[in-house]
C-alpha cells in the first residue's frame, strides 16, 4: 500500500483519492473514519484506536491534519502503550511519509482537514 498524496480535504492512497477521513487497518483494509463513529473528529480516542488493533500492528500512525489540530487524547496513549502498540502522531502530511516508510505491521488514522 502506498499513500501517494494529501491536501486540505483529500487522501489518494494506492491511485484512488478519498475525500474523508481514513481509518487502514494492518490487513491494509481501508475505512471511513465517519462510518459508526462517535465523539469528537479532532481527537483520536481509546475508541477508534481499538477499531485499528484487529489485526493488531505493531505501530499506528496518526495523521493529525493538514494544520496539526487533532489532539491525541492522553488516555489513548495510555491505552496503546499498555497494548505495546507505538504511537506517531504527525500532521496529516508528515504522518504519511513516515507511514509509506514504515516496515513494521501498521495501521493508521488519517485526518484530512484543519
Not at 27 to 48: A, K, M, P, Q, V
Not at 90 to 103: C, G
Request: glycine share 8%; net charge positive; hydrophobic share 40%.
Amino acid at each position: 500500500m502506498k499513500i501517494e498524496k494529501t491536501g486540505f480535504g483529500w487522501i489518494v492512497i494506492d491511485g484512488k483519492r478519498y475525500e474523508t477521513d481514513v481509518l487502514i487497518l494492518a490487513d491494509n483494509t481501508i475505512l471511513n473514519r465517519y462510518e459508526n463513529f462517535t465523539g469528537n473528529n479532532h481527537e483520536f480516542s481509546i475508541e477508534e484506536a481499538k477499531k485499528l488493533l484487529n489485526p493488531k500492528p505493531e505501530v499506528i500512525v496518526v495523521g493529525t491534519g493538514q494544520g496539526g489540530i487533532l489532539k491525541v487524547k492522553e488516555e489513548t496513549i495510555d491505552f496503546l502503550k499498555k497494548e505495546k502498540v507505538k504511537l506517531i502522531a504527525l500532521p496529516t502530511p508528515k504522518a504519511i511519509e513516515i507511514f509509506n516508510k514504515l516496515k513494521e505491521k501498521k495501521a493508521a488514522l488519517f485526518h484530512l482537514t484543519c
